[in-house]
């Protein structure tokens, strides 16, 4: 008995004290000058297959994809299911990978492919939530949050196809640990993108980090945007302030300079090492508050623009290269009009600046963002991305108007390349530009 109470005693202070000291977060080296791509693989082709899907990926190298990020691979719930094909967060078994899709090989092959190209993976986890049918209903109920009655709860109210798991039992941080270290291990991916972060404990995800770093140096992104995350599991968070700002602009409602303001902001919040993910549209936003040419109109490529720029990682939505314009059913089978685009070619250009540039790089690897004040600073966002010899210019334009802007203290550069026509630009103290509406230019030094 005795020996029972020690091991619960022992077992109780790694738990209690795993989470209490705040841990620096600090992302694997070849993260930093990346794109992520997000894969709706049910949507992403005609059969929603990783073999079809895979035929793919030199396509996706050839677009400058660093990081391919997948929507949930598990097995649908199917009671309470939503729509005849269901949610990809409603999790029917952890360790399963949904038959639709195809099997486990074929995902250790396409994982394999992927790392030879160059690229990188992480899966998206739902670790809040299940699907009604999920074995650990039956297995261990004790791991979910019950009403008075007792009966299993949803985490929000119109979240009818899920229940909300109880991280106040220390063997659900056991067996959800157990089931991501299996993926990494099974699998050789290279980390996560988790769901619903915030609603998940900081302790728990505080708990994790050390488990899943012992298998490799995992990259983890939040859907999430506190800076305290950043101290407990993840290298990314999502930049959601600043997407709702860059709709503001669009629709005129906020001025130009307020992207300024808001990224001052965030310097004051967030650890120099953080990464914030930029992006336009994602899964969600785009199924259900519309595309980014209903929110943004004719603005799309100057906010792209700032996505590729800004201190941060771009997000690609997959068959957003390709112009993709219409709201992607949530629970059907509606899959991506793959067209040509002159979108996939500007996109290509972006992310091989990304790439090419050290001072675009994310977090602390990054330059020092500069504002560089212009003459119509309500319209025109105009900043210098530098370090040592090396700058990026930045010029856009978030207004549907023809703008002159000019520059009484420009970044002097003196054999400058405006880095879409390639054509030779010599930048001097005092500089002036002619834009058109929604017209964006950036200068490099080489």
Not at 60 to 77: A, R, S
Not at 331 to 357: V, Y
Not at 397 to 421: C, H, I, Q, R, T
């Amino acid at each position: 008995m005795k020996k029972i109470l020690f091991v619960s005693f022992v077992f109780l202070f790694v738990f209690s004290n795993a989470y209490k000291a705040q841990q620096k977060i600090t992302p694997p080296d070849w993260s930093y000058d990346k794109t992520i791509y997000e894969v709706n693989l049910r949507q992403f082709t005609p059969s929603g297959t990783i073999k079809e899907f895979r035929t793919q990926l030199l396509r996706l190298k050839k677009l400058g994809v660093g990081i391919l990020w997948f929507m949930p691979l598990h097995p649908i719930g199917e009671k309470n299911r939503k729509g005849t094909l269901g949610s990809y967060y409603s999790v029917k078994d952890y360790y399963g990978l949904d038959s639709s899709l195809g099997t486990k090989k074929e995902f250790q092959s396409l994982v394999k492919e992927i790392h030879k190209l160059g690229m990188h993976v992480i899966i998206d986890w739902v670790a809040n939530h299940t699907s009604w049918d999920n074995d650990l209903v039956k297995t261990h109920p004790d791991f979910y949050s019950k009403d008075s009655a007792g009966k299993f709860l949803p985490p929000v109210a119109d979240w009818s196809d899920v229940i909300d798991l109880n991280y106040n039992n220390k063997e659900l941080w056991q067996y959800m640990s157990g089931a991501m270290e299996y993926w990494l291990r099974e699998f050789n991916i290279d980390g996560f993108r988790c769901d619903v972060a915030g609603m998940v404990p900081d302790e728990f995800w505080n708990y994790l980090y050390p488990k899943l770093s012992s298998h490799k140096k995992v990259f983890m992104l939040a859907e999430d945007e506190r800076p305290i995350d950043h101290s407990t599991s993840f290298d990314m968070t999502y930049s959601w302030d600043l997407y709702h700002l860059f709709n503001e602009i669009a629709k005129g409602r906020k001025p130009a300079s307020a992207v300024f303001s808001q990224l001052q902001k965030e310097k004051g919040n967030y650890p120099t090492q953080a990464f914030r993910m930029r992006f336009i549209t994602n899964h969600d936003e785009n199924s259900w508050n519309g595309t980014e040419f209903e929110r943004l109109g004719d603005g799309v490529k100057a906010f792209s623009v700032l996505t590729f720029t800004l201190p941060g990682m771009p997000l690609l939505y997959n068959g957003q290269e390709a112009g993709l314009n219409k709201r992607l059913n949530f629970f059907e089978k509606d899959p991506i009009e793959w067209k040509k685009s002159e979108l996939t070619s500007f996109f290509e250009t972006l992310a091989k600046l990304k790439s090419d540039f050290a001072v675009l790089d994310a977090g602390d690897k990054g330059a020092s963002l500069e504002e560089v004040k212009n003459s119509s600073e309500d319209k025109v966002i105009s900043f210098v991305r530098r370090m040592g010899s090396e700058k990026v210019f930045v010029v856009v334009n978030l207004s549907k108007e023809k703008v002159n802007a000019s520059f009484v203290v420009a970044p002097e550069m003196k054999n400058a390349a405006d880095y879409f026509s390639k054509k030779k630009v010599k930048i001097g103290k005092s500089f002036a530009i002619n834009l058109q509406p929604w017209d964006y230019k950036i200068f490099t030094s080489k």
